[in-house]
């Protein structure tokens, strides 16, 4: 089985882009991963593409086809959607492909356009991300269910606003030079807990926010690498994907993501890794709370003990695993579809060195990324590493 | 590499469920297609599943782990959509995976919910599957899409609406027994020719009908239905996608299909046969004229050749090539997600006998599907054969 490489990153910067359409954002970062990995474009064998909502967003379904035109390829493309998790899958699939020996390259990443919608628009298409029947009728939206998510978890294992502010502020600080974030500025604590509140007791700053943007990845098999002479010094060593039940009534236990255990294990086992190994990592920190979950279910805290991290500076960019030193989605922005591809890309850049947070990991070589579909019904990880 | 068997195939009926979620459908055909294979639901390792407009008719996103449940699965779940050839793709991965080695059994199918919406806003979800920006802006929806493809092909090979009438009426005709059809009766071709006309040339009885409805597939390896003497005679031979532009305007020749094209080579060689071969087929109907299209891209019949061909009599049930045993999206029903699906369940009971319109073709061993997205922007093509 061949080993795969990541050739190349695309990213649009996250954020409003007022007036341009989904196809153009996607064929921003498409070209720009294709410029990165210095291959040509011919050589692209399929487009593994991830978007959630642009049925609703742009009235645009069957995007596949659009977006293999506006990245000037002349290939199949298939769409993957597994809400915030699309581009994860995406990614996932396009790997397993290259593996299997079916395509030497293949593009994957995904778009989402958001800031076209209304607040109340954007926050009822995210919903369909929840389960209609038994979660939205009765008045769940996202901020409420990781609300829900948050309380569970301080009943059974403490913690408090304090902590959840700490996670919003070291993600906002790492986005600080983040040229692709879309909030480059500190927010202190203080300003975290001051701040008006969602969903009790997340406020405004526990939750990421409505984003604009698009990810791409060239990903290559270790032959066509050799082959072509390519500087690709990142390959995707493992990724596993996990599900659970969507609503959060039919969980065992609301303040645990077992799905995200799912996917880290099978990714670890793909790796030959454990947890341990991991020196840095991107995790799905749509709300603060589930970035605590995230460090918890991917085995690098025991449950209730990562709720401190980030107040304790283990995840901060001097600490020992630093946790979303792109700013998260928390800051950096979380175009749904996108999120999943731009996780994979601002890992591969810290990896290579040429990130502007590369320095709080100089000699970092394993790298995990965490992708998460609703409250962590679909999860989907990823160990990079800087190839020997 | 393994070879893949159709362990058990599961349809509902095909048509208005009224009432009925979309989860509860997808749910009757899972569970009719594992207790047709004979197989425990705990060995399914994941679920492929189809859905093109569930944001729009059930404010339904992230699905698949909704359908997961429903089906009684406990494994991850994937969403595939590439609008009316979503489960198609679904099944197509789902047989790339197990002959990867990276499962023995997978659950692949889809569903739509279609009839609980409007007419007009039916008509619009659909369209959702065009280019919204140079083709729906502009006032065109899918009749007038295929209606411009049938002009196109008139003026370019001749033909006309009487030879469409006899796609329609042999379809109809095929669909009399079928227990799973939307529409058990007879169309003449005199009806067809007196319809409403929808949109120039095309009339009612050239388009196919809007459908609720679910399909489902138990793929396993060859080892797997051994190792368990499953009674599995079916297998997937051949595997092949195509896209091309999504916006009609984009085409060298509005008359052409070549994404079939490329589909049908990539799955010849894959099975290693050529379209002669080819003994039944299954193919996407949406319109008369797409079957006639169809025909001549999958190298059934050379350009110009395909639009006598029903009106001949060789692809009814008595002639060589019988097309749409199962009455075809015309008459047996299109339920967008689902069609790709309930062509390999409706291909797979032909070649094993038991399909009500199996003694048309008694001695058949090579079958053929073809699933299109949008106006073929995506073309899925499968070929099935008994095995040895």
Redesign the interface.
């Known amino acids: 089985m061949t080993g795969v490489r990541v050739a190349g990153v695309g990213l649009t910067p996250f954020g409003r882009h007022e007036g341009r ?1 989904g196809r153009d954002l996607f064929a921003e970062a498409a070209l720009s991963a294709l410029a990165d990995a210095g291959v040509e474009s011919g050589d692209v064998e399929h487009l593994n593409y991830g978007n ?2 642009g ?2 967003a ?5 995007q ?3 977006m ?2 506006a990245a000037g390829l002349r ?9 915030c998790a699309s581009a994860g ?1 995406a990614v996932r ?1 396009a790997v ?2 290259i ?4 395509a030497d390259m293949l593009l994957a990443g995904g778009m989402e356009r958001m800031t076209n919608l209304s607040t109340a628009e954007v926050t ?2 995210l ?7 038994f979660e ?1 009728r009765a008045g769940v939206t996202f901020p409420g269910a990781y609300a829900l998510m948050a309380r569970a978890y301080f009943d059974r294992y403490g913690g408090d606003r304090e902590d959840l502010a700490h996670v919003a502020s070291k993600n906002h600080s790492n986005a600080l030079n983040n040229e692709y974030a879309q909030y480059q500025r500190e927010v202190t604590v203080e300003e975290v807990l001051d701040a008006p509140t969602v969903a009790s007791p997340l406020g405004l700053f526990d939750a990421c926010p409505i984003t604009d943007g698009a990810s791409a990845l060239v990903l290559v098999s270790d032959e066509y690498a050799a082959e072509h002479d390519l500087d690709a010094p990142v390959s995707v060593a493992g990724t596993g ?6 609503a959060l009534q ?1 969980r065992a236990d609301m303040a645990l993501t077992p ?1 995200a255990t ?1 996917a880290a294990d099978e990714a670890y086992a793909d790796a030959g890794i454990t947890a341990d190994d991991v020196e840095v990592a991107e995790v799905h920190d749509c709300f603060t709370i589930a970035e605590v979950a995230a460090l918890e279910s991917l085995g690098f805290y025991e449950p209730g003990e990562g709720i401190g991290a980030a107040r304790r500076g283990e995840t901060t960019r001097d600490g020992d695993l630093p946790v979303n030193l792109s700013g998260g989605l928390k800051a950096k922005g979380h175009p749904v579809g996108a999120t999943g591809g731009s996780q994979l890309a601002e890992m591969t850049r810290i990896l290579r060195g040429d990130h502007p947070n590369s320095d709080a990991v100089p000699d970092a070589t394993v790298g995990l990324t965490h992708n998460a ?2 409250t962590v ?2 999860a989907v990880v990823h160990v990079l590493e800087v190839a020997e």
């Open positions: 359409e959630f909502m049925a609703l742009e009235r645009q379904g069957h596949a086809p659009l293999v035109e290939c199949p493309g298939t769409r993957y959607e597994e809400a899958v699939e397993r492909a593996r299997s020996g079916e009822e298409s919903a369909v991300a929840a389960d209609e029947l939205v994907q996990g599900g659970d039940r969507a039919d799905a799912d579909g609703g019904a679909s």
